[in-house]
C-alpha cells in the first residue's frame, strides 16, 4: 500500500502522497482510498527520502549522497545505495551523460518480485494532450533486477535483470514525432522456404545477411509460394531469396527484386508458376549473395 501511494506522487504531488500513506485520501470525485497508515514518524522519512533529489540538475553521484544524507536507511538501504554507485560507474563507462541517465528514488514498478534496482525508460519527446496542451511523452518501458525470480520456477536463486516496453507505446511515439512507417520504409530481406528439411540452408543465408548489415529473416511457417510472397510484400521485403532445391544442387542463389515489382505475390499461384515467370529475377553464386543483394537494394528508389 506504502509503495502504491509512492507511485502515485508524480501525479498527486506530496500533499496527496502523505495522505494515502496515513489514513486515507478523499479525491475531488467523492471516491475515498483507504491508505496505509503509517506513523507520522514514518511519512516524514519517505517525504525526506523522495524530496531529496529534489535538484534536478544535480549529478548522479550528488543525488546518491542528498538520499544518503536525507534519512538514515541502515545496512540494506547501504547496500542499495553501492549498487547504485557501481551502476552509476558503469553509465558512465557507457558515456550516458546525467541527462541521458539519472537517478530518480520516486520511481516504483508495480510487481513484487524485484530485489534491486528498477528502472524506467522515458520517452522525452514533447507532443500535446487532447486539449492541445504541451506535454511530454513519457514513459515508454521499465524493467528491473529479480534474484528470486526464476528460484520460483527451478528451486535455484539465479540472478537476473529484464525489463518491457509497451509496442503501442512506441508506435504512438513515432506516430507523435511524424516517424510512423509507411510507404517509404524498407523491410528485411525475406528468405523463402522451400522444405524445413532445408531450413538450416535458410537460417545460414539470412545469417551471413545479418553479418553484413543487411536486415534479414527466414519464413518460419508451412505456406506455398504464394503467401509467402505476399508475406514479403507486407514486410515490404526489398528481396527475396529463393533457395530451392534446384539452387542448392547448383550451388546458386535466385533473387527476387520485390522494389522493382510488388505486384508479383498476385501473380504466383504456385511453383510451376513462379519457374515459367520470372520477372526481376536474378540468379548468381552463392557466395555472391551478400554482394547481389546489397546491390539490388542499392539500386531500389526506396533507401
Same mark, same amino acid.
Given at each position: 500500500?506504502?509503495?502504491?501511494? @509512492?507511485?502515485?506522487?508524480?501525479?498527486?504531488?506530496?500533499?496527496?502522497?502523505?495522505?494515502?500513506?496515513?489514513?486515507?485520501?478523499?479525491?475531488?470525485?467523492?471516491?475515498?482510498?483507504?491508505?496505509?497508515?503509517?506513523?507520522?514518524?514514518?511519512?516524514?522519512?519517505?517525504?525526506?527520502?523522495?524530496?531529496?533529489?529534489?535538484?534536478?540538475?544535480?549529478? *548522479?553521484?550528488?543525488?546518491?549522497?542528498?538520499?544518503?544524507?536525507?534519512?538514515?536507511?541502515?545496512?540494506?538501504?547501504?547496500?542499495?545505495?553501492?549498487?547504485?554507485? &557501481?551502476?552509476?560507474? /558503469?553509465?558512465?563507462?557507457?558515456?550516458?551523460?546525467?541527462?541521458?541517465?539519472?537517478?530518480?528514488?520516486?520511481?516504483?514498478?508495480?510487481?513484487?518480485?524485484?530485489?534491486?534496482?528498477?528502472?524506467?525508460?522515458?520517452? !522525452?519527446?514533447?507532443? @500535446?494532450?487532447?486539449?492541445?496542451?504541451?506535454?511530454?511523452?513519457?514513459?515508454?518501458?521499465?524493467?528491473?533486477?529479480?534474484?528470486? !525470480?526464476?528460484?520460483?520456477?527451478?528451486?535455484?536463486?539465479?540472478?537476473?535483470?529484464?525489463?518491457?516496453?509497451?509496442?503501442?507505446?512506441?508506435?504512438?511515439?513515432?506516430?507523435? &514525432?511524424?516517424?510512423?512507417?509507411?510507404?517509404?520504409? *524498407?523491410?528485411? @530481406?525475406? #528468405?523463402?522456404?522451400?522444405?524445413?528439411?532445408?531450413?538450416?540452408?535458410?537460417?545460414?543465408?539470412?545469417?551471413?545477411?545479418? &553479418?553484413?548489415?543487411?536486415?534479414?529473416?527466414?519464413?518460419?511457417?508451412?505456406?506455398?509460394?504464394?503467401?509467402?510472397?505476399?508475406?514479403?510484400?507486407?514486410?515490404?521485403?526489398?528481396?527475396?531469396?529463393?533457395?530451392?532445391?534446384?539452387?542448392? /544442387?547448383?550451388?546458386?542463389?535466385?533473387?527476387?527484386?520485390?522494389?522493382?515489382?510488388?505486384? !508479383?505475390? /498476385?501473380?504466383?499461384?504456385?511453383?510451376?508458376?513462379?519457374?515459367?515467370?520470372?520477372?526481376?529475377? #536474378?540468379?548468381?553464386? &552463392?557466395?555472391?549473395?551478400? /554482394? @547481389?543483394?546489397?546491390?539490388?537494394?542499392?539500386?531500389?528508389?526506396?533507401?
Amino acid at each position: 500500500t506504502a509503495l502504491r501511494a @509512492v507511485d502515485k506522487h508524480d501525479r498527486l504531488g506530496w500533499e496527496g502522497t502523505a495522505l494515502l500513506l496515513g489514513e486515507g485520501r478523499l479525491d475531488e470525485s467523492g471516491d475515498y482510498t483507504k491508505g496505509a497508515k503509517l506513523t507520522a514518524k514514518a511519512i516524514h522519512a519517505i517525504q525526506a527520502f523522495l524530496t531529496s533529489a529534489s535538484n534536478t540538475t544535480a549529478s *548522479r553521484a550528488a543525488i546518491l549522497d542528498a538520499v544518503s544524507n536525507a534519512v538514515d536507511l541502515g545496512a540494506p538501504g547501504a547496500q542499495a545505495l553501492e549498487e547504485l554507485a &557501481a551502476i552509476d560507474a /558503469a553509465l558512465g563507462a557507457l558515456g550516458l551523460s546525467e541527462d541521458e541517465a539519472r537517478f530518480d528514488p520516486t520511481i516504483v514498478r508495480g510487481l513484487e518480485y524485484y530485489t534491486g534496482a528498477v528502472f524506467e525508460a522515458e520517452l !522525452l519527446l514533447k507532443t @500535446v494532450d487532447d486539449k492541445g496542451r504541451p506535454v511530454r511523452f513519457g514513459s515508454i518501458g521499465g524493467g528491473g533486477r529479480y534474484d528470486d !525470480l526464476v528460484a520460483r520456477f527451478t528451486g535455484e536463486r539465479t540472478p537476473a535483470t529484464g525489463f518491457s516496453f509497451g509496442v503501442s507505446r512506441l508506435a504512438s511515439a513515432l506516430a507523435a &514525432a511524424g516517424r510512423a512507417p509507411g510507404a517509404d520504409v *524498407r523491410g528485411p @530481406v525475406v #528468405v523463402i522456404a522451400f522444405s524445413q528439411d532445408d531450413m538450416a540452408h535458410y537460417l545460414a543465408a539470412a545469417t551471413e545477411l545479418r &553479418a553484413a548489415g543487411v536486415a534479414a529473416e527466414v519464413y518460419l511457417g508451412r505456406a506455398g509460394m504464394k503467401a509467402q510472397m505476399k508475406y514479403a510484400d507486407r514486410r515490404r521485403a526489398p528481396v527475396a531469396v529463393i533457395l530451392g532445391g534446384d539452387e542448392l /544442387a547448383a550451388g546458386i542463389v535466385t533473387l527476387k527484386d520485390l522494389d522493382a515489382g510488388r505486384a !508479383l505475390s /498476385a501473380q504466383v499461384s504456385d511453383n510451376a508458376a513462379w519457374k515459367t515467370d520470372r520477372p526481376g529475377q #536474378v540468379t548468381a553464386p &552463392a557466395g555472391d549473395l551478400v /554482394a @547481389v543483394v546489397k546491390s539490388i537494394i542499392e539500386g531500389s528508389s526506396i533507401k
